[in-house]
């Protein structure tokens, strides 16, 4: 799959699309999964277009995962579970993308399970959480 530069994920960085943000920074941009696998899962993205994880430059990528580590931490901290499991799948929308899952064995990491039904509201009171937690 080509990158699409009208992805989900180019929009919600070009601020057409709002997201339950995490964090950011320079390079990076962490919001809530609206279709989650669980309670505080967030997806991790680069602002750049990339459509292919691991096509990102080495130092891009270390960078993603140092960004990661305190919102991974934090996810530990806002929901009970074993640890935070990470997950690059990068089918689903043509932007590279890391999944960051509290999880309590290996099948809580299955996408094909059904996700979870939430409302905006549980949305807001699960980023706050984390946020909660990074701060």
């Known amino acids: 799959m080509a990158y699409d530069p009208n992805n ?8 057409e699309i709002p997201c339950k943000k ?3 920074d320079a390079h990076t941009l962490s919001f809530r999964d609206i279709n989650p ?3 505080t899962h967030v997806l991790v993205i680069p602002k750049t277009e990339t459509d292919k994880f691991f096509d990102l430059s080495g130092v891009y990528l270390s960078e993603l995962l140092l960004f990661a ?3 991974a931490h934090a996810i530990e901290s806002a929901y009970p579970c074993n640890r935070c499991g990470m997950s690059v799948i ?6 590279a ?6 999880i309590n064995n290996a099948d809580d990491l299955n996408f094909t399970r ?3 039904k ?10 706050e959480r984390i946020v909660s937690f990074l701060h």
């Open 8 to 15: 989900i994920f180019a929009r919600i960085l070009r601020g």
């Open 22 to 24: 995490v964090d950011e």
């Open 37 to 39: 696998l669980a309670p």
């Open 69 to 71: 580590q305190p919102i």
């Open 90 to 95: 990068g089918l689903e929308v043509p932007h």
């Open 97 to 102: 993308h890391l999944h960051l899952v509290p």
């Open 114 to 116: 059904e996700k979870l």
């Open 118 to 127: 939430v409302t905006p509201e549980e949305l807001r009171e699960d980023q």
